[in-house]
């Protein structure tokens, strides 16, 4: 037997003050996504927004419907529509900010294991990390250097 041992190392920032400018612009679109999510069973909005390298900003948001599992999150929202768009682009950072309609939100909140997925096959794909910055409504904001960094062992196409 032998144990292995993963590491995820993050970035905490006290609030979105303290990151880059570029950033905090990313991420005011990523609050203005999540402000035009349709969330009426849930009441959780969530927004994402993704600068691609051809500096091209593609954004989503969360789509709720009465059958459930027929809805879509906000980030696999934006990435399949920036892949949609811009197949041969990139994505280079993404933005993610949440919240209730029932309470506050001032903890970072991750990506859910479906968009971590989905998210990893882009990366995958553009050979190419995805930097991933997240938050609630308000306070802390977190930053993985990538989506490998979030979800360490992959399922990829390398095994089919």
Same mark, same amino acid.
């Given at each position: 037997?032998?144990?292995?041992?993963?590491?995820?190392?993050?970035? /905490? &920032?006290?609030?979105?003050?303290?990151? =880059?400018?570029?950033?905090?612009?990313? @991420? $005011?679109?990523? %609050?203005?996504?999540?402000?035009?999510?349709?969330?009426?069973?849930?009441?959780?909005?969530?927004?994402?927004?993704?600068?691609?390298?051809?500096?091209?900003?593609?954004?989503?948001?969360?789509?709720?419907?009465?059958?459930?599992?027929?809805?879509?999150?906000?980030?696999?929202?934006? /990435? &399949?529509?920036?892949?949609?768009?811009? =197949?041969?682009?990139?994505?280079?950072? @993404? $933005?993610?900010? %949440?919240?209730?309609?029932?309470?506050?939100?001032?903890?970072?909140?991750?990506?859910?294991?479906?968009?971590?997925?989905?998210?990893?096959?882009?990366?995958?794909?553009?050979?190419?990390?995805?930097?991933?910055?997240?938050?609630?409504?308000?306070?802390?904001?977190?930053?993985?250097?990538?989506?490998?960094?979030?979800?360490?062992?992959?399922?990829?196409?390398?095994?089919?």
């Amino acid at each position: 037997m032998k144990e292995v041992r993963l590491e995820t190392v993050l970035e /905490v &920032y006290n609030d979105i003050s303290e990151l =880059p400018e570029s950033i905090q612009a990313l @991420m $005011a679109k990523a %609050a203005e996504a999540r402000d035009k999510a349709y969330a009426p069973y849930s009441k959780f909005n969530v927004g994402a927004a993704i600068r691609l390298d051809n500096n091209e900003i593609v954004t989503g948001s969360n789509q709720e419907n009465a059958s459930y599992p027929s809805g879509l999150c906000a980030e696999r929202t934006a /990435v &399949y529509y920036a892949n949609a768009k811009f =197949p041969k682009a990139k994505m280079i950072e @993404m $933005a993610l900010t %949440a919240s209730s309609q029932k309470k506050l939100t001032a903890e970072p909140i991750p990506p859910c294991g479906a968009c971590r997925q989905a998210i990893a096959e882009y990366e995958n794909k553009q050979n190419h990390p995805i930097e991933i910055y997240f938050m609630g409504a308000e306070g802390k904001v977190v930053k993985s250097p990538s989506l490998a960094n979030l979800l360490p062992l992959l399922f990829e196409s390398s095994v089919l």
